[in-house]
């Protein structure tokens, strides 16, 4: 067995739902995004991606106990506010000032196939706790040096489909029953500033994730939901970091 991650093959597989296979610029590119944008929307269906993604995690997996007992906790992971990084500083500012509902870098893949470190540095930006339950997964993005919208909205879809498999196989995977795995419900988003999305025109894609979400998760009667969301941040990375 091969020491891959449990995400592994996940980008032939979203190249297939958007009709890339065979196209030379993938959805990686920022190009692609602006292609999509500008030209005509892909043949979309959310649902059938959702379930090829969770197929590819169920190939993927060992059938075992996970090795990790840092998958989905709940603490945050500080460090220091001086770092190059933009992304980083404004992910710890919100952790240190929104209060204990915020955690940051919150893993979800590692030691889930042969290797322990395999799927290691998958991690989640940013996880809310909310008032009603319902918690937020966030991709935070500041700039499209990280990759553009579409990108970014694929990394945290991986994500929630994921939890969707985490939730199923907790007690398979040894994990601890928390009130994450309880939640009525996921927002999945991508947070980043105004001019982040500037030029782009993704609603078929947001529609498309939502809708897709919905049927997979009603027809499974998996007791919770989960939608998605582009959003922008209130203030511009400058103003955070001042």
């Given at each position: ?31 692609r995004c602006q292609i999509f944008s500008k030209g005509k929307e892909p043949e979309f269906d959310g649902q059938a991606l959702v379930q090829k993604i969770l197929a590819q995690i169920e190939s993927n997996w060992h ?153 997979f998760l009603a027809e499974g009667d998996r007791g919770f939901k989960m939608n998605f969301k582009f959003e922008f941040l209130s203030r511009s990375p400058v103003e955070w970091k001042a």
């Open positions: 067995m091969t020491d891959s991650s449990i995400l592994d093959g996940m980008d032939n597989v979203i190249n297939e739902a958007l009709g890339l296979e065979k196209e030379r610029i993938k959805y990686e590119s920022k190009k059938q075992g106990k996970s090795r990790s007992t840092e998958n989905w906790r709940w603490g945050p992971k500080r460090g220091e506010l001086k770092t190059k990084s933009e992304e980083v500083i404004l992910e710890r500012w919100i952790v240190r000032t929104m209060g204990n509902d915020w955690m940051n870098q919150v893993p979800v893949a590692s030691g889930l196939t042969a290797s322990r470190s395999a799927g290691g540095r998958r991690a989640i930006d940013l996880v809310h706790r909310c008032g009603d339950g319902w918690y937020e997964f966030i991709e935070l993005k500041v700039n499209d040096g990280a990759g553009a919208p579409l990108y970014a909205a694929m990394e945290i879809l991986q994500y929630g489909v994921l939890y969707i498999f985490s939730r199923k196989h907790a007690a398979t995977l040894g994990y601890k029953q928390t009130d994450m795995f309880e939640a009525p419900g996921i927002h999945l988003k991508v947070l980043a500033p105004a001019n982040y999305y500037d030029g782009y025109h993704l609603s078929w894609l947001e529609d498309g994730i939502n809708s897709g979400l919905a049927n």
